[in-house]
């Protein structure tokens, strides 16, 4: 059960119009990496945890707090495009780089949510619900949302780099600080399910590794020219989940023949190795 707080989580009001940066916005709300996508992928990892409570309970505050932010980055976004003058967009375009990159306020903005803000990301593809994983693996899943929350906190900083708006800073302040948490939470978690003994790298660590092609499990294969990568952590040394030591492979080899597809389905008209004879037909 949820309950709607009329108070937002955090202000969220512009000092003033700005119908392109609204148009920016939409993308850290329903863009891949946007609220809208951690909201739902935290919440249904929670509905879907079998795991202890703590883990369950922490997703579903997180899932909930993410919510907040869709309320205050739909609120923003439907202020920005509050009373605003003609003038104001025809001044953001004059800038070449901006004329290219936004081409003005987005029509549907307009058009299909009388100046709100939509489900959809900065250049109007709607949300997907492909976005959200919830695998049923929390160290797999939480693997998952730091990189979420990673890109998100990325896609923020971009924007407060692209507005002087007192208001709009204030906001994304806010919010790259939660994102700071996120991140910080998520490595958290993931080293609290590795202490508790639930799984530990390779994901899933509970599959027998004898079942494995274990002659290839720690080798690095070198498939470009150069051989700078040799240079890295991952190319020699001891893996990092203790089991093995890294194999630099600096010249890899097919190991498989080349593939040799059977006869072609008269019934699907394709293309046969050799060319077919027409058999004829009487006309019916």
């Not at 989580?9 to 609204?22: C, G, S």
């Not at 003609?86 to 290219?100: C, F």
Request: charged share 20%; glycine share 10%.
């Amino acid at each position: 059960m949820f309950f709607h707080d009329k108070r937002m989580q955090y202000r969220a009001k512009p000092d003033k119009a700005d119908p392109i940066f609204a148009k920016k916005l939409q993308e850290v709300l329903g863009g891949q990496w946007g609220e809208m996508t951690v909201s739902m992928q935290y919440l249904f990892q929670g509905w879907n945890c079998r795991g202890p409570q703590k883990y369950r309970d922490m997703l579903l505050d997180i899932g909930t707090e993410e919510i907040a932010h869709v309320e205050m980055l739909a609120t923003m976004i439907a202020q920005l495009l509050e009373n605003a003058p003609v003038a104001v967009q025809d001044e953001a375009v004059k800038d070449p780089a901006v004329l290219a990159v936004m081409g003005g306020m987005n029509p549907q903005h307009y058009i299909v949510a009388g100046l709100g803000a939509q489900a959809a990301d900065s250049v109007g593809v709607p949300w997907n619900g492909r976005y959200v994983t919830a695998s049923g693996n929390l160290l797999c899943d939480f693997r998952y949302n730091l990189t979420a929350e990673s890109m998100g906190r990325l896609q923020v900083c971009r924007l407060y780099e692209q507005t002087t708006d007192p208001g709009i800073r204030d906001m994304l302040s806010f919010l790259i600080a939660r994102d700071t948490m996120h991140q910080n939470q998520w490595i958290a978690a993931i080293a609290e399910l590795e202490a508790d003994g639930f799984d530990e790298t390779p994901v899933p660590n509970t599959f027998p590794q004898g079942l494995e092609h274990e002659k290839f499990a720690y080798q690095f294969w070198n498939c470009s020219t150069g051989t700078e990568s040799r240079e890295g952590g991952w190319a020699t040394g001891a893996t990092p989940d203790g089991k093995g030591e890294f194999e630099y492979v600096e010249n890899p080899v097919p190991l498989g023949p080349e593939p040799d597809l059977g006869v072609v389905d008269p019934r699907t008209w394709g293309t046969p190795l050799k060319p077919m004879k027409v058999p004829k037909r009487k006309a019916s």
